[in-house]
């Protein structure tokens, strides 16, 4: 009996804590949806504005269930358009198509399990089709990393449960976003693009400049309710499954009818969700494919994480500090496990006392590249930056990895991101465009008593992979700050100096000619930026 009360109470105590964690959630079920409000973002539209045109609402809900993901769903489902978008269902007329596809809440739970055992599953992932699987692949990176970024913001004994749930739940989501945007892509100016005044607002951006939607999942969505085997090679769905109309997409009026609904989302997440991913979460298909960054670059895969070249300093020659961490002998017994973080980390306290973080070394791990780790040094350090630690490849026994010397701080960006000077933060954005650093997360870099920053953690640069990424335009007026400072025009001063074919080749021993010939693309849309600014 008691464990049955503790049981219980445990499940209180996660779905009360979890409740929090989905607050995002409800935006779905609010008055406009979440692309709605990507309209209003990138395209200066404000919905309660008189002004804008006649009909506007009919016109873009007709938009939506006249495209080619709906013209299958019985005309019995499809919602009355003549209604403004104050009072429509949040997803608007693609409600309407959600209505053909998913039954209710456990229907689209079921379909998300289904999706969530194609990235564990091997037997079924030989049997998908070149585009499904690339598909597959792009979806694989983005739950995993979004399951990694939720742990960072959690705690407790319960963790783990909730940030698989929040990762699922952002899944969905972003497959709502991914596939509105192709059937509005040809419309989108004609009808979205209206700014506060009512005329059109010729330099919107397209849904698809902004969320990249996967092909395969539009034509597989398509085809109905067995989606998934939608994407199998020469599967076609016959379609004989009955359609209900949906609940979950339909908008209560009542909040306690709201609160019911996220409720039985959170619960439903527990249920099925968790044990899919937890069940395969060690031999995860992802790990070994390593896909490529989803539609931000050419698909390639980097050389970085098998090349053994020699790595010599950028600036022809070390530091002191730098010829002091390679000399230094470590011996396995004295490496001790840091708790925290996404690769094998382990701390060393050598016998003057220094003390340093060492990563060895894991083909099979997908964040855990030490050649980008010390390649991140070397350009901070030829650029005359002083944000990252000394850096440099040691072997520990068989092992051989990282070596960056511990710096002091007060505490990490979580915690003390108000301590940081603004210019350091400006610097350090600038120097993630230079390395192509999409794993800067808050804890990512510590805080000195002095205000200024010493950036960490760079195994995920360099190769277009990781998470979060963000485009440019979020940190623009940063970076350009800071290139605009004494220090940022010494920085790119140096990088306007480089001889390029040299610098190509030595970025080559470190993480191989593709990756070094997308480094030197960064370095010269730096520089441009830079020029354009002058002028």
């Known amino acids: 009996m008691t464990s049955y009360r503790i049981k219980t109470f445990l499940l209180i105590f996660n779905i009360l804590i979890f409740s929090l964690s989905t607050h995002s959630f409800e935006l779905s079920f609010n008055k406009i949806s979440p692309t709605v409000l990507a309209y209003q973002e990138y395209c200066e539209v404000d ?12 016109n873009f809900c007709e938009v939506v269930t006249k495209s080619p993901i ?13 209604v403004t978008l104050e009072v429509v269902n949040p997803l608007d007329g693609l409600g309407s198509c959600f209505s053909g596809f998913f039954g209710s809440l456990e229907e689209l739970w079921d379909f998300l399990t289904e999706m969530l055992s194609l990235f ?34 959690m705690s407790g004994i319960l963790k783990d449960e909730r940030a698989s749930a929040v990762a699922a739940k952002n899944l969905f989501l972003k497959l709502g976003k991914d596939f509105l945007a192709e059937p509005l892509k040809e419309k989108y100016h004609e009808y979205a693009c209206y700014n506060k005044l009512g005329a059109v607002h010729n330099t919107c951006k397209t849904l698809t400049d902004v969320f990249f939607p996967p092909v395969a999942f539009i034509a597989a969505i398509k085809k109905g309710p067995k989606v998934v085997k939608a994407l199998l090679k020469d599967d076609d769905p016959d379609g004989s499954t009955v359609i209900k109309p949906a609940q979950v997409l339909t908008i209560p009026k009542s909040p306690t009818k709201r609160s019911q609904l996220r409720w039985s989302f959170i619960d439903q997440a527990g249920r099925e969700v968790n044990p899919v991913f937890y069940k395969h979460q060690y031999k995860s298909p992802y790990l070994e494919s390593k896909p490529p960054r989803i539609g931000m670059a050419e698909e ?56 340093g973080i060492f990563k060895p070394r894991k083909p099979t791990d997908w964040a855990s590249n030490y050649r980008a780790e010390v390649l991140a040094y070397e350009v901070d350090k030829l650029l005359d930056l002083d944000i990252v630690p000394p850096t440099v490849e040691k072997t520990v026994g068989d092992m051989k990895g990282s070596f960056q010397k511990f710096e002091n701080s007060i505490g990490d960006g979580n915690s003390h991101m108000s301590f940081a000077k603004s210019e350091e933060l400006d610097k350090q954005d600038f120097f993630d ?22 950036s960490i953690d760079h195994g995920l640069s360099f190769t277009g992979r990781g998470y979060n990424p963000k485009s440019f335009y979020i940190v623009e007026e940063r970076v350009k700050r800071f290139m605009a400072s004494d220090e940022g025009k010494k920085a790119v001063s140096k990088l306007k100096s480089l001889d390029q074919e040299s610098f190509e080749r030595q970025l080559s021993d470190y993480i191989g000619p593709l990756d070094a010939n997308r480094t030197l693309e960064r370095i010269n849309f730096l520089i441009n930026l830079s020029d354009e600014k002058i002028q």
């Open 47 to 58: 919905f309660d504005n008189q002004s804008l045109p006649r009909g506007f609402e009919k």
């Open 300 to 355: 390639y895969p980097s050389e970085s994480y098998t090349l053994l070249t020699k790595m010599k300093p950028l600036s022809g020659k070390d530091e002191l500090v730098d010829t002091h961490l390679k000399n230094v002998e470590i011996k396995p017994e004295q490496l001790k496990k840091f708790a925290g973080g996404i690769t094998d980390t382990y701390m060393v306290k050598l016998a003057d006392g220094t003390q």
């Open 120 to 153: 564990y599953d091997e037997d079924k992932r030989a049997e998908l089709s070149e585009e499904g699987s690339a598909f597959i692949d792009g979806l694989a990176l983005y739950y995993e990393t979004e399951v990694i970024k939720a742990k960072d913001d």
């Open 70 to 82: 709906c013209k299958d769903v019985k005309e019995e489902y499809r919602r009355d358009c003549n």
């Open 433 to 454: 465009v230079i390395i192509d650093n999409r794993d800067r997360h808050k804890g990512n870099f510590l805080v000195t008593k002095n205000g200024n920053v010493h």
